[in-house]
Nanobody
């Protein structure tokens, strides 16, 4: 099983930057696609960015060009670099791991508990 712990959230001014980290207790080398999701109060949990085992990435239109997702499989860590932050980026950010096999948990999603990002002056 994979356990995920997010860190790096906090209060930042509009236009500022934050880097979120997601540390995995189990190895994510090759076997997991990783993603960041966020949920604002009263809204659904939405995809922010994903990074696949191949290294390919996808981003939500709202963050494209501002956010960058990366992964260090050897360190079992995924990052989300957030630049040019806007008030509408305020949300709880969740780390996600999806098994792509060949592990026993193929197709299973794992979630962190979330880290709060507040963008306000």
């Amino acid at each position: 099983q994979v356990q995920l712990v997010e860190s790096g959230g906090g209060l930042v001014q509009p236009g500022g930057s934050l880097r979120l980290s997601c540390a995995a207790s189990g190895s994510i080398f090759s076997n997991y696609a990783m993603g960041w999701y966020r949920q604002a109060p009263g809204k659904e949990r939405d995809l922010v960015a994903t990074i696949f085992s191949s290294g390919g990435t996808n981003y939500a239109d709202s963050v494209k060009g501002r956010f960058t997702i990366s992964r260090d499989n050897a360190a079992n860590t995924v990052y989300l670099q957030m630049n040019s932050l806007k008030p509408e980026d305020t949300a709880v950010y969740y780390c996600n791991a999806r098994s792509v096999g060949p592990t026993w948990d193929y197709g299973m999603d794992y979630w962190g508990k979330g880290t709060l990002v507040t963008v306000s002056s």
